[in-house]
Nanobody
Framework: QVQLVESGGGLVQVGGSLRLSCAASGRTVSSYRMGWFRQAPGKEREFVGS????????VYVASVKGRFTISRDNAKNTVYLQMNSLKPEDTAVYYC????????????WGQGTQVTVSS
């Protein structure tokens, strides 16, 4: 079992930056691949990106590639989502999730943190 808590959301202007954090407890996050997802009002939750346990393998959805960066600090049991050049369409509740490094679905989720980008 792992518990996830996101933080760092808020209101930011177009072009601004935010860094989200996802703190894990219960088990070390090095046992999991960690992902970030987001859900805008009236839309399905969508995959934003994920990172391997080593931090050397990260993938992103095309809409955020080059603007968002995921990193992790396994010693702190924390994963980060650095978001730069924010756009209004990035407005959503952002969730972190965890899944086994061997594959499968994301089975652990945080409660989410709101990001609002104002134009």
């Amino acid at each position: 079992q792992v518990q996830l808590v996101e933080s760092g959301g808020g209101l930011v202007q177009v072009g601004g930056s935010l860094r989200l954090s996802c703190a894990a407890s219960g088990r070390t996050v090095s046992s999991y691949r960690m992902g970030w997802f987001r859900q805008a009002p009236g839309k399905e939750r969508e995959f934003v990106g994920s990172i391997s346990w080593s931090g050397r393998d990260d993938v992103y959805v095309a809409s955020v590639k080059g603007r968002f960066t995921i990193s992790r600090d396994n010693a702190k049991n924390t994963v980060y989502l650095q978001m730069n050049s924010l756009k209004p369409e990035d407005t959503a509740v952002y969730y972190c999730g965890a899944r086994a490094v061997t594959g499968g679905n994301y089975g652990y989720w945080g409660q989410g943190t709101q990001v609002t980008v104002s134009s």
